[in-house]
């Protein structure tokens, strides 16, 4: 068995199964599903081979309706089709779902669910525009996580190819489609070995073709159309046991277990909550919380929607349950409950010792759902009348249906590093962070896990990003907010914002700012320098504006901001043997003018950094601190040029700081065993000739028999490697 290693996010997980099943991609950008086409679309004009052998053909249409509409005139032309969509985008395709459902054509569309629009638009994500299709006959199969999206992904195109039903595979906008996970994926030749190719004969066989005419989607009349209708009945009856099997095909390859609904929690439980999508991780995570505190609680997660089995749901939820919590990511105005809450009534409402069940709401428009909120639920199960119809994540002081949450509560896994970045859109924040969690990814054995919060607009908007890693797998599907390393990349934002108080005891803070050291009493607000105090706050300043006109560049303020991303990361030193492993740093994709590549040396006290009311010891120092200022180039006519470092770290070392050379050329240096030296003002490196004349035109900079020497701003203080 071949898997394959991927940092990615879940359009990207989702658009490499699709890619590998999908003979025809019909597509139109729309948030957050756009990410699914353009993966597919590169790869395509990559020549990337699907599991056919044959690159996938691509064609962008005028809107999602003619998206849909292309998908179905190539299924009835025997090519297997999908497209990427979401929202208002799936609402245009609604008219067409139903055409290719009811002519059995297997399809497969995949939907980073997103908010319809109704008092307002929003780019969020929420069930409401799934919802709004589940009379159109497409099976709907839902994802919680980006690995589920990358294994579901495959259940949906298998399943629709055995039994000629269309699927809509479905995952959380934004929450699933953007978080960065580190994943496994099958290879295609795997994928390859599950396809049912009698099944895929016969649908080719009944493709049209001129050379052997018949007549479909015809108009019927009274006589025959009601019996047509049911005479589905069998094959949606037979779909939930296809399901099944090709999720116990995939477990099977993947050691992961997955069933059309998915219990996790105590087997004696007598609360359950039921729900769909990515709460299920945070709800995984307050279960075991409680569960450890002598309750018997459950979470019971549904993958398969439609159609809906309640054969397996009774298998798989406790025969002790007594009261049930059902949430629902979506508001069905006017009903008597939300489309999950209906159902779960509808399969028990014959059932003699059925349990009491409750309707809650929740996550619209991708509003956090917190642990101590899901405890709430819970809470709300123990009480004599619990209440119904309820809200959590928000308070309504309206119609008063929100439940009380407690104090917060943290529950991530053991050993888990948490980080939050505050920065301002466009300034290269969530890029930098990005590429910081796929190094970390890519470069140990850490589980990993990277969430970008941003407003509509973006640009210019405040942007917080959210990582955390570990040793264990990170199921943690809500905010950092308990946070060992803080970033703030605007100073105004201390003013504005409540960021120290995210902080723990003993946690790290980088402030990127225009302050000296003694200024800091005057403009930092006392409440913060005093949690600092009180806390043991590790407290970093730096000011990235003096790099900047240090590099000469001459852009405007906010253009400037965007050429800073600060990179921070904190690496476990039992995670890295530097003996063995090589830290590779792709810096960026442009010219690079001047890269500070810091590894802060901890172990012989030794501050290279302004570092603010404390003292750096190796003994209380658990973790290595990266800061990696990227800027990008000045200069158009380097576009192509890059610059990558790697890294064979002395394991002395834990980390450095503020390694400077101004380059403006394509260079790569390998160090693989070098001794560190420290040196003040000065950087040194071996360079070419080339090298040495373009740095000392642009640069002023001298050299000395080959090395390239360069002045650094007063205050750096710089490691030097010597190669040996």
């Not at 052998?53 to 190539?74: I, W």
């Not at 300034?427 to 990993?448: P, R, W």
């Not at 960021?499 to 700012?513: R, T, V």
């Not at 800091?520 to 607000?525: A, F, G, I, R, Y």
Request: glycine share 6%; hydrophobic share 40%; net charge neutral.
């Amino acid at each position: 068995m071949s898997k394959i290693m991927k940092i990615c996010d879940g359009n990207e997980a989702a658009a490499y199964v699709a890619y590998a099943f999908s003979e025809v991609a019909a597509i139109y950008p729309i948030t957050p599903s756009s990410p699914m086409a353009e993966h597919a679309d590169a790869w395509s004009a990559n020549g990337k081979k699907n599991i056919f052998g044959q690159p996938v053909r691509l064609v962008e249409m005028q809107s999602e309706a003619g998206a849909c509409g292309a998908c179905h005139g190539a299924l009835e032309a025997g090519a297997l089709a999908t497209s990427f969509t979401a929202s208002q985008g799936l609402m245009l395709m609604i008219p067409t779902l139903h055409r290719i459902s009811g002519e059995r054509l297997p399809g497969v569309l995949h939907v980073a669910s997103r908010t319809v629009g109704t008092h307002a638009f929003s780019i969020f994500g929420d069930h409401s525009d799934v919802m709004n299709c589940r009379q159109t006959g497409f099976a709907l199969l839902s994802s919680g996580s980006v690995q589920e999206s990358a294994d579901l992904a495959a259940v949906a195109h298998l399943s629709a190819i055995k039994a000629r039903i269309p699927f809509l595979h479905f995952f959380d906008g934004f929450r699933t489609s953007h978080e960065i996970q580190k994943i496994d994926v099958l290879s295609y030749d795997e994928y390859a070995k599950l396809v049912d190719y009698n099944a895929l004969a016969a649908f080719r066989a009944n493709a049209l073709n001129p050379e052997d005419p018949r007549m479909r989607s015809l108009v019927d009349n009274p006589d025959i159309y009601f019996q047509l209708r049911e005479s589905n009945n069998t094959a949606y009856a037979e779909l939930p046991d296809i399901v099944e099997g090709y999720m116990a095909e995939i477990s099977k390859l993947t050691g992961r277990e997955y069933h059309l609904f998915n219990y996790y929690g105590a087997p004696d439980a007598e609360r359950v909550i039921v729900a769909m999508g990515s709460v299920g991780g945070c709800a995984q995570e307050v279960v075991n919380y409680l569960n450890a505190k002598g309750e018997k609680v459950g979470f019971l997660q549904v993958h398969l929607f439609r159609p809906f089995s309640r054969k397996h749901l009774m298998a798989a939820m406790p025969k002790t349950v007594k009261k049930v919590a059902v949430l629902d990511r979506v508001k069905e105005i006017g009903s008597i409950g939300e489309p999950l809450y209906e159902d779960i009534c509808a399969a028990y409402i014959n059932e003699s010792d059925r349990p009491a069940i409750y309707a809650g709401r929740y996550g619209l428009s991708s509003k956090d759902t917190t642990p101590a909120q899901l405890k709430a639920v819970f809470d709300n199960l123990l009480l004599d009348e619990p209440k119904n119809h309820f809200t959590i994540g928000i308070v309504d002081d309206v119609t008063h249906l929100s439940l009380p949450v407690g104090a917060p509560l943290l529950t991530e896994p053991e050993g888990t590093i948490s980080c939050k970045f505050w920065g301002l859109g466009s300034d290269g924040t969530v890029g930098a962070n990005k590429n910081s969690i796929k190094i970390i990814g890519e470069t140990t054995d850490m589980y990993c896990q990277a969430y970008f919060e941003y407003d509509t607009k973006k640009s210019f908007g405040i942007t917080k990003s959210h990582l955390r890693f570990g040793k264990k797998p990170i199921s943690s599907t809500y905010y950092v907010s308990n946070a060992d390393f803080i970033a703030c990349h605007n100073q105004t934002y201390l003013s504005k914002y409540d960021i120290i108080h995210e902080l723990k005891p003993h946690g790290s803070f980088l402030l990127n700012c225009e302050w000296k050291e003694d200024e800091l009493e005057q403009h930092v607000p006392g409440e913060i320098l005093k949690y600092i105090a009180d806390n043991d706050i590790k407290f970093y300043i730096i000011d990235a504006i003096v790099l900047l006109l240090f590099c000469r560049l001459n852009q405007s303020v906010h253009q400037m901001n965007s050429h800073f991303p600060i990179l921070s990361i904190y690496i476990q030193n039992t995670v890295m043997d530097c003996r063995k492993k090589h830290l590779c740093v792709r810096l960026c994709r442009y010219h690079i003018d001047i890269i500070r590549t810091g590894f802060h040396n901890i172990f012989q006290d030794t501050e290279f950094f302004t570092v603010l009311s404390v003292d750096i010891h190796a003994d209380d120092i658990c973790h290595v601190i990266l800061i990696l200022f990227q800027f990008h180039g000045i200069l158009t006519r380097y576009k192509k040029r890059h610059l990558s470092v790697f890294f064979n770290i002395n394991p002395k070392i834990t980390s450095l700081l503020m390694l400077s050379i101004p380059l403006n050329f394509r260079i790569t240096y390998c160090l693989k065993n070098f001794t560190p030296s420290i040196s003040r003002g000065i950087c040194s490196f071996p360079v070419s000739r080339t090298t040495s004349f373009r740095a000392r035109k642009r640069f002023g900079s001298s050299v000395v028999g080959n090395t390239l020497t360069s002045p650094l701003i007063p205050w750096v203080d710089v490691i030097t490697p010597t190669c040996r």
